[in-house]
């Protein structure tokens, strides 16, 4: 069968769920490739949209079949069979990508109303193993979202085994600064990170966890920069945090991320969002000025 994909997000960064699909098909026999409307014959198309606020990709050619839509760009319900979710990454796709990528857990127990994650995924869960994700690289990018709300053992075996295997880690999408304690702390402090530990403080009444776990992960030798994402739903609220998070360590490196609707269009309707994000994460400008003077 010959197959062809459609990465509408574009090919900025790996989309697992296409890599899981290239992969099991090639294991069945079948033909893998990118899709072109002019030199593709595909008997399937698979297209998969992560952000809601990417264009569509129109472009199919009419003699062609029409393309199976999944990702949580398109459908939060739909899900990969469970047989290709557990299927190793195709990482010939992105060549250029040279990480393992995967999750060990899935779901969150938490409900923040800006996030899609407990409708789509359900409560946490252990779902794969560090090792098997790994697969030899010696770079893991994990995308759980909620990774310590996992059990405490299963929370120590991966971390445990990521120092054993001396596998540079890094959960991209943050880990829940609540959970953190001076015992996990030490069990993350242990491991080699990509670049650096990430949090997200997301309104203010996380400031005051993300700043103990700050201070957790320095008692438990943790030197390196700590990356903490901001939801900016408000300039002034949003500039606030910024300024508190830079002032309480100097190796805190805040990205700003403009409010959202997933709901809705998906685009950021405050242009002054924009502005603040693009002073914000930029880091030498954002050195060299104050937002005030950058707005000038």
């Known amino acids: 069968m010959n197959i062809a994909l459609v990465d509408v997000d574009g090919h900025h960064y790996p989309n697992l769920a296409l890599m899981r699909l290239s992969a099991w098909h090639k294991a069945q026999g079948d033909s893998v490739e990118w899709y072109s409307p002019l030199f593709s014959n595909p008997e399937r198309i698979y297209a998969s949209k992560v952000f809601s606020f990417s264009p569509d990709y129109?472009?199919?050619?009419?003699?062609?079949?029409?393309?199976?839509?999944?990702?949580?760009?398109?459908?939060l319900a739909k899900a990969l069979p469970p047989e290709v979710e557990a299927t190793l990454p195709d990482y010939s796709l992105y060549p250029w990508f040279s990480a393992a990528l995967g999750f060990t857990t899935r779901g969150c127990p938490r409900n923040c109303r800006w996030c899609v994650v407990p409708r789509k995924e359900g409560m946490i869960r252990p779902v794969d193993d560090i090792e098997r994700i790994a697969a030899g690289r010696r770079e893991v990018i994990l995308m759980d979202n909620n990774f310590l709300a996992a059990p405490r053992e299963f929370v120590k075996e991966q971390l445990e085994k990521a120092?054993?295997?001396?596998?540079?880690?890094?959960?991209?999408?943050?880990?829940?600064?609540?959970?953190?304690?001076?015992?996990?702390?030490?069990?993350?402090?242990?491991?080699?990170?990509?670049?650096?530990?990430?949090?997200?403080?997301?309104?203010?009444?996380?400031?005051?966890?993300?700043?103990?776990?700050?201070?957790?992960?320095?008692?438990?030798?943790?030197s390196r920069e700590i990356f903490v994402y901001v939801l900016a739903e408000e300039v002034g609220n949003a500039l606030s945090r910024i300024e508190r998070l830079v002032a309480l360590d100097p190796?805190?490196?805040?990205?700003?991320?403009?409010?959202?609707?997933?709901?809705?269009?998906?685009?950021?309707?405050?242009?002054?969002?924009?502005?603040?994000?693009?002073?914000?994460?930029?880091?030498?400008?954002r050195k060299s000025c104050t937002f005030a003077e950058f707005r000038k």
């Not at 400031?207 to 943790?222: N, Y």
């Not at 709901?263 to 002054?272: K, S």
């Open 251 to 285: 190796k805190i490196v805040p990205f700003c991320q403009p409010f959202r609707d997933i709901g809705g269009t998906g685009e950021v309707m405050n242009p002054e969002l924009k502005r603040l994000a693009r002073w914000c994460n930029r880091v030498k400008l």
């Open 58 to 75: 129109r472009d199919y050619n009419p003699a062609h079949p029409e393309p199976e839509r999944g990702g949580t760009g398109y459908d």
């Open 163 to 222: 120092c054993a295997m001396n596998l540079k880690i890094d959960f991209n999408q943050g880990l829940d600064a609540r959970l953190i304690d001076d015992r996990n702390a030490a069990w993350l402090a242990r491991c080699r990170w990509c670049r650096f530990i990430r949090l997200s403080c997301d309104s203010d009444a996380m400031f005051a966890p993300v700043a103990a776990a700050v201070r957790m992960l320095r008692r438990a030798g943790f």
